[in-house]
Nanobody
């Protein structure tokens, strides 16, 4: 059974930092591109960052966010710094295998940036 379990969200003040974690199980983690996406009410889900199975990264905003993965722990992290109210959203972990187009999603975790 595939599971992606996000943790680390919550309330943070503007300018603060959070680190999201996604623990994966039920598939061969190292074969999958991992990513973080976010969604706000009324808007489409958007890319935050992805990291390929080879460790190549892609960001919507690389100045403030850093994605990393630990294949030994089946975990992908998202370090978010200098957060602003515009970063308030539900953040989703994604696993995607390019060859087969398999794609899995976590349940999402709320991040709220507010004073």
């Amino acid at each position: 059974q595939v599971q992606l379990v996000e943790s680390g969200g919550g309330l943070v003040q503007p300018g603060g930092s959070l680190r999201l974690s996604c623990e994966a199980s039920g598939f061969i983690f190292s074969n999958y591109q991992m990513g973080w996406y976010r969604q706000t009410p009324g808007k489409e889900r958007e890319l935050v960052a992805i990291i390929t199975s080879a460790g190549v990264t892609k960001y919507a905003d690389s100045r403030r966010f850093t994605i990393s993965r630990d294949n030994a722990k089946n975990t992908v992290l998202l370090q978010m710094d200098n957060l602003g109210p515009e970063d308030t959203a539900v953040y989703y972990c994604n696993a995607h295998r390019v060859i087969t187009m398999d794609s899995f999603w976590g349940q999402g975790i709320q991040v709220t940036v507010s004073s």
